[in-house]
């Protein structure tokens, strides 16, 4: 059998207000809202889909590791070092919480930045193989 997951398709964000976080995500990120009720808010964006879903006031997608630091669940692409820090820079400009700009001794550089909630996500220079080919994006 051939069968195999083939991609992540949705993936869920806990948030405390789902019409400011969906306004937030869209004017800040750039997403397309799909769908919100009182509950959720469903959004399309870097290729997936993405669920915010009202949550108590404690929760987040954040964890701690083994080390006691707060990380992120969710890692974004963007093409290269030149699109990063025009990205890091829109962010700052848009007043999105934003870390610096960092070498983590892999290939590629990557900053963190912060919802409304608190949330927090990574921002990756380095596109995944796959979807370069995929996509027909050119080195």
């Not at 083939?6 to 799909?34: C, F, H, M, Q």
């Not at 707060?70 to 890692?75: A, G």
């Not at 590629?108 to 380095?126: H, M, R, T």
């Amino acid at each position: 059998m051939n069968d195999k997951l083939l991609r992540i398709g949705t993936t869920y964000i806990p948030v405390t207000n789902v019409e400011d976080s969906s306004e937030w995500y869209v004017n800040k990120l750039g997403a397309e809202l799909s769908y919100k009720d009182n509950d959720k808010a469903i959004l399309n964006f870097a290729n997936q889909s993405i669920f915010l879903v009202k949550s108590k006031e404690d929760q987040s997608s954040n964890f701690y590791d083994i080390h006691g630091q707060k990380r992120f669940s969710i890692t974004f692409e963007v093409d290269g070092l030149n699109s990063l820090e025009a990205i890091h820079k829109d962010f700052i400009d848009k007043q999105i919480k934003v870390g610096e700009i960092e070498d983590r001794g892999h290939t590629g550089k990557n900053f963190v930045f912060y919802d409304l909630d608190g949330n927090i996500f990574d921002v990756w220079s380095e596109l995944s193989p796959k979807f370069k080919e995929k996509y027909l994006i050119s080195q």
